[in-house]
């Protein structure tokens, strides 16, 4: 996921001529860690189904300074998805599903904005993000944590999302998809999605620190903080927990728990002597390409193709099948690349949201299997995301700027034209109300979306969230009537980094 992150410059040279070492890998991580500020990092090199390094790097936690090790979890995110596909192909082995069976066969209340996709819509589609909806669709139903919506409330709420593309044929990312998957394994297994992951996968392949959802784990004595950059500063926030979203982005595990699901991947489903997960031809389905996203060749690694399968994402890298996924929860980004034909896997735990650190370590790494000269990819990254820092510093810094200007001038504000109950017909109810000669925004159903709203320009309003570290402060678009009163209101995040799933574009409240 995509988050406003700190910077702070540390340029090294740093080249690789042949496998790495892991005295190399050790010295990559802990000028990453300066380089991107990240507390904690974890990293697993899997080779030819033997575990190379596993290994915690860091700390936990800024408060507690204690360290990270191989057994520590951290939330994997959506790297989740991949096992939410395994536990279907599971299903699709012993012949409860197949693939393309229609999803209101198992779920009669499934309802998209078209009867034609309704009708049409299959398991497939559940996990190939293809739906024709936005990025992050609906998204605000589950992020940021504390809201109260239900898989119900989710299943019906798909028919009022609006499509920005036709059906199967454009590449959107989108969770909600995968929380309705998790819903059919839970249909057809009679088992809870958590259930079946713990005992169908983790089980078997001894797992035996990891769970399915931050709130089954007994003992959290091993497991991480998150952090997030605000204005320069780590702060640590609270894990997420909300188990709807289990299905897309539940899992805690370690890089010694991961490393045996890198190595059962790798070997086709099967782990050990006798533990045959899944089968290779469900495997195989998996792993090939269903929905294209498209790419341009550059070095050093020449892809010609990508997309996505069933909760993988495919290129190939120098002739190379590669096999990868990323995972961002705010305060902790994790990433999983498997090349198979080298037996290769690396695994890269963070908690903190930067990505670049985690592509950092993963490219570098990878290079030296390729047997390629690896760039600084801690420069390279540190630079751009530097540059990306600074072009969106300057929008959100004219709209601040703005609102302190009316405040200087004692513009006057009659927030009565925009006070009231406003519904959006599949996020509910939110309230502007007046206090003191300040508005606040208020959602009924989302506790943490709660901020002071200011006066912008142009009859127009932003709203500053209580909680700095979701990085997400919105504009406030109003339609007025002939009154001067508020009868509409859209929003849009201010901020060009604001993660996708806060899809306030997706929002069309109605004045009560």
């Not at 979701?470 to 859209?490: E, M, R, T």
Request: hydrophobic letters at 35%; charged letters at 25%; a neutral charge.
């Amino acid at each position: 996921m995509n988050f406003k992150l700190p910077f702070l410059a540390l340029l090294f040279s740093f080249t690789v001529s042949a496998q790495i070492t892991n005295t190399e890998v050790d010295d990559l991580v802990n000028r990453t860690i300066k380089a991107f500020d990240v507390p904690g990092i974890s990293v697993a090199i899997v080779k030819d189904g033997k575990v190379v390094l596993a290994k915690g790097y860091g700390v936990k936690s800024i408060k507690t300074q204690e360290k990270v090790d191989a057994n520590t979890l951290f939330g994997i995110a959506s790297n989740s998805k991949a096992f939410t596909s395994a536990a279907l192909a599971m299903l699709v082995d012993e012949g409860k599903i197949k693939w393309d069976d229609k999803v209101t066969q198992y779920l009669p209340d499934f309802k998209m904005s078209s009867d034609y996709i309704t009708q049409e819509f299959t398991i497939r589609d559940l996990l190939t993000h293809r739906s024709g909806l936005g990025l992050g669709a609906g998204d605000l139903m589950i992020w940021p944590d504390g809201s109260d919506f239900t898989a119900t409330d989710i299943i019906h709420n798909l028919r009022y999302l609006k499509n920005v593309s036709s059906f199967r044929s454009k590449f959107d990312y989108d969770n909600l998809m995968y929380i309705i998957a998790g819903e059919i394994v839970h249909k057809i297994s009679g088992e809870t999605w958590a259930d079946f992951i713990e005992q169908r996968i983790m089980k078997p392949l001894e797992m035996n620190n990891s769970v399915a959802s931050i709130k089954r784990l007994k003992d959290t004595t091993n497991v991480i903080t998150p952090h997030v950059p605000i204005d320069g500063k780590l702060v640590t926030i609270k894990r997420y927990e909300n188990q709807l979203f289990d299905g897309a982005a539940g899992i805690y595990s370690s890089v010694n728990d991961l490393s045996k699901w890198a190595i059962l991947q790798i070997n086709n489903g099967k782990y050990g002597n006798n533990k045959q997960l899944f089968s290779e031809k469900e495997h195989d389905e998996m792993w090939q390409l269903q929905t294209i996203i498209p790419t341009k060749t550059r070095p050093p690694y020449n892809t010609h193709f990508y997309g996505y399968g069933l909760g993988w994402f495919l290129n190939d890298v120098k002739g190379y099948k590669q096999v990868s996924h990323t995972g961002g929860l705010e305060g902790n980004v994790t990433q999983t690349t498997l090349i198979p034909e080298l037996g290769l896997g690396i695994i890269v735990l963070t908690n903190q949201q930067s990505g670049a650190a985690f592509n950092a370590i993963t490219n570098t790494i990878k290079d030296s299997y390729l047997d390629i000269k690896s760039e600084d990819y801690v420069k390279i990254y540190s630079d751009r995301m530097k540059a990306n820092e600074e072009s969106a510093d300057k929008v959100t810094d004219e709209v601040w700027a703005t609102v302190a200007k009316n405040k200087k001038d004692k513009i006057k504000t009659d927030f009565s034209k925009i006070t009231g109950t406003y519904k959006d017909n599949w996020f509910g109810e939110i309230n502007i109300t007046e206090k003191k000669g300040k508005a606040y925004f208020q959602s009924k159903r989302s506790s943490q979306l709660v901020g002071e709203v200011f006066f912008y320009k142009n009859g127009n309003y932003v709203v500053k969230w209580n909680n700095a570290f979701f990085h997400a402060d919105a504009h406030l678009n109003f339609k007025y009537d002939g009154n001067g009163k508020a009868v509409n209101l859209k929003m849009l995040p201010i901020s060009e980094l604001t993660d996708f799933s806060y899809d306030f574009q997706d929002l069309d409240f109605n004045k009560k």
